[in-house]
């Protein structure tokens, strides 16, 4: 299990921007695949945006894409994931898992091994 921490979430308005940030404390991420999933109350988790662990391919929600960006900084040993012109169906809480490839657009599953951490919560309203 790699045991990673989800932040920058917040409330904001509709248009507005949010910038999350997965993490591991204890070892690094640099070399694994990682997905951001989401879960709006009632809803079932869903997959966001996933990125090779190069960083050269990526993967994005038909919901999100052109709005959302992820990206990686391996100095930071951080992946994050930048949101912008967001909508109040945007709202959830937002969590980020290993995965177990990103290639050809598409985004692995998360290994049955991964635990999710708390997330991070997201609310888009005026």
């Not at 994005?60 to 012109?85: C, H, P, W």
Request: net charge neutral; aromatic share 10%.
């Amino acid at each position: 299990q790699l045991r990673l921490v989800e932040s920058g979430g917040g409330l904001v308005q509709p248009g507005g921007s949010l910038r999350l940030s997965c993490t591991r404390s204890g070892g690094t991420l640099n070399t694994y695949p990682i997905g951001w999933f989401r879960q709006a109350p009632g809803n079932e988790r869903e997959e966001v945006s996933c990125i090779s662990h190069t960083g050269e391919d990526t993967y994005y929600a038909a919901s999100v894409k052109a709005r959302f960006t992820i990206s990686r900084d391996y100095g930071e040993n951080t992946v994050s994931l930048q949101m912008n012109s967001l909508k109040p169906e945007d709202t959830g809480v937002y969590y980020c898992a290993r995965v177990y490839y990103v290639q050809h657009g598409s985004c692995g599953t998360v290994p049955a091994s991964e635990s999710w951490g708390q997330g991070t919560q997201v609310t888009v309203s005026s």
